[in-house]
Structure formats: structure tokens, C-alpha cells
């Protein structure tokens, strides 16, 4: 059966059950333009900005948070940044939170981890799941190649699974599991993510006179840290922020894209993503959106590979694929 079209998983729209939700994802940038993070790294002094708006919070408001909402005048400086000159960049992340924070968080349940650090992710990318950066950084969560790989990604000339939001997710909450036992607070994990667990143990061993710290302990070494990394924290702790309560902060105005409901099949080696689309009833744009990881337009050749297709159409099951892309005759 591996040369056949098989159904393996269905998932329906709205439900969250691990990493198995996938979510729509209308348009797939692949550059890094509208990344906070290449903003932090190309910024060389701070704009003159307008003033910000006004936010009237409720006191009767509960705001549920579980990591540190640490207050900072950086945290006031991004709040700022993300409601005018980003604003229309930001407004996006806000669109494309839909499509992937219960897939997010439903894998960071599945661990014990804190909900909120679905933020990272937000200021990582802006949930672009082909977002590329000049230091080669790609996915949802900004992998470089060499750490993609040591947390299971595959990276060849047919894939980049740095590009796969489900399994870039379980590789990214990995690695900051992985720092966070390191360093013993998800503020250093977050410094580590961006700059490297080597260069923060230096600096906390240098200033603090141990590694494991506290959230505290990330604003107590925020002058020996590089710029970007000392922008950080507050950056998603400002994004956290805004997206808790984007109306008190004038974004009532985004609407959230939907979930993305599919399933998935197992198809042959090397199948033609055209004949995947026939048989699925499908195309060959919407196979791309819900599986950003396959590079060219057929699956890899070596192995059989499991590919997403929407949900709302029924496949053809005897629609038997080949790794030729043609049909197994009746």
C-alpha cells in the first residue's frame, strides 16, 4: 500500500489534539522584510515616534499570563514601535495568529509548557512559515540548519522541514525545554533561543557567577547581552501584550484568520504534487500553503512522504499514486 493514496489522519477544523492541527495560510511570504527581528537587527538608532495611543484597561479585566509580564521601559518602547510605524506588520501577526496558535499551544500542553511562549514564535516570524532571514534563519521559528537538524529537521534539496509548522513547532519547544532546564528561567531560555546558550552561560557565568537563573536575572544582564538580544524579552512581552487585549490598543479592527482543517496521506516516492492535486481534488497553490516544507513540485524521491491536503474535499481512493506520478492500472 505505500504506492497508494492512503488516509492516515483526519483532523477537523477547530479541533486541537497535539501538534495535528494544521491552519490556513493564505499567503506565504519568503522574505524577512516584515520581521521584528531583522527590524532589531538593522536598527541603528531609535525613530522619533508618535505618541502612543492611550490604552484604557479595564480594572475589572483579568489578563491570564504564564510567563513573567515583567514591566520595562523597553516593554512601553515596543508597545509603542508595534502601534505605529509597525502597525500595519504587526496587524498581520495579529491575522496570522489564527491560523497557528491552537496548533501552538495544543503542542505546548501536550508538554507542560507555558502557553505564552507562542509569542516567541509571533516575533520570530510573524507566523511565516517560509520567513527567511539574512543569517539563513528559516520557518515559523527561525531555525538555523545546523540546529534545525540536531532537533530532527530535515534539510535537503527536496525539503525543508524548518518550513513545517507542526514539526518546526515540536523542534522549537525541544530546544527551549532543552534551555530552559539549562538556564532555569523562560526569559534566559528566550535570550539563549536568540543568541545561543553558549554565549548566555558565558555572560551569566561572568555576571552572575552561575548559569541558572530567574527572569529577573535577564534584565540584570540585559547591558552585556548584543542589542537585538536585549530587545528580546521586552519585544515579546510587548507583542503578548497587544495581542491579549488588541482592542484596548486600537487593533479591534484585525479579524484573525480562521483554523485550516485537513488531513493527511501517504503517497509515494517522488509524486507529482499535480497528480496529488487531482487525485485529492485539489491544487497544486493549495498543497504548497498547507505543506511549505516540499521544495519542488513532486515529494521526495528516497522515501514515501506524508502530505496535507485540505479536509473539505474527499480524496479519490482509487486514485492509486505511483512514484511516477501515474496511475496503478486496473
Do not use: C
Amino acid at each position: 500500500m505505500p504506492k497508494r493514496l492512503r488516509r492516515i489522519t483526519r483532523y477537523a477544523a477547530g479541533i486541537v489534539a497535539g501538534a495535528g492541527v494544521a491552519l490556513v495560510a493564505t499567503m506565504v511570504a519568503t522574505d524577512s522584510t516584515a520581521q521584528v527581528v531583522a527590524v532589531l537587527a538593522a536598527a541603528t538608532s531609535d525613530p522619533e515616534l508618535p505618541p502612543p495611543f492611550d490604552p484604557q484597561v479595564p480594572k475589572d479585566v483579568a489578563i491570564t499570563w504564564d510567563i513573567s509580564n515583567l514591566d520595562h521601559a523597553r516593554v512601553e518602547y515596543w508597545i509603542v514601535r508595534l502601534q505605529t510605524d509597525m502597525r500595519d506588520d504587526f496587524a498581520g501577526f495579529l491575522e496570522r495568529k489564527g491560523r497557528y496558535e491552537a496548533m501552538i499551544t495544543a503542542a505546548l500542553d501536550e508538554r507542560a509548557m507555558p502557553r505564552d511562549l507562542v509569542y516567541l514564535a509571533m516575533i520570530e516570524s510573524g507566523f511565516k512559515p517560509r520567513a527567511y532571514s539574512r543569517s539563513r534563519a528559516s520557518g515559523l521559528w527561525q531555525f538555523i540548519r545546523e540546529t534545525g537538524k540536531r532537533y530532527g529537521l530535515d534539510v535537503n534539496s527536496a525539503v525543508d522541514e524548518r518550513n513545517d509548522p507542526v514539526k518546526a513547532t515540536q523542534a522549537a519547544l525541544g530546544y527551549l525545554s532543552d534551555l530552559h532546564e539549562r538556564f532555569g528561567s523562560w526569559y534566559l531560555a528566550a535570550a539563549a533561543y536568540n543568541t545561543g546558550e553558549n554565549r548566555v552561560g558565558r555572560i551569566m557565568r561572568q555576571t552572575r557567577g552561575v548559569e541558572r537563573g530567574t527572569d529577573e536575572d535577564y534584565y540584570a544582564i540585559w547591558p552585556h547581552l548584543p542589542r537585538e538580544t536585549r530587545d528580546y524579552v521586552p519585544l515579546m512581552i510587548a507583542a503578548a501584550r497587544i495581542s491579549k487585549q488588541p482592542e484596548i490598543y486600537g487593533f479591534d479592527y484585525v479579524k484573525p484568520h480562521e483554523p485550516w482543517s485537513f488531513e493527511e496521506v501517504l503517497v509515494g516516492p517522488g509524486t507529482s504534487l499535480a497528480t496529488l492535486a487531482r487525485a485529492a481534488g485539489t491544487t497544486v497553490e493549495d498543497l504548497r500553503i498547507l505543506n511549505p516544507q516540499i521544495k519542488q513540485a513532486r515529494t521526495r524521491r528516497d522515501e514515501p512522504t506524508t502530505v496535507r491536503v485540505p479536509l473539505t474535499i474527499e480524496p479519490k481512493r482509487d486514485a492509486a499514486l505511483l512514484p511516477d506520478g501515474s496511475q496503478e492500472p486496473s
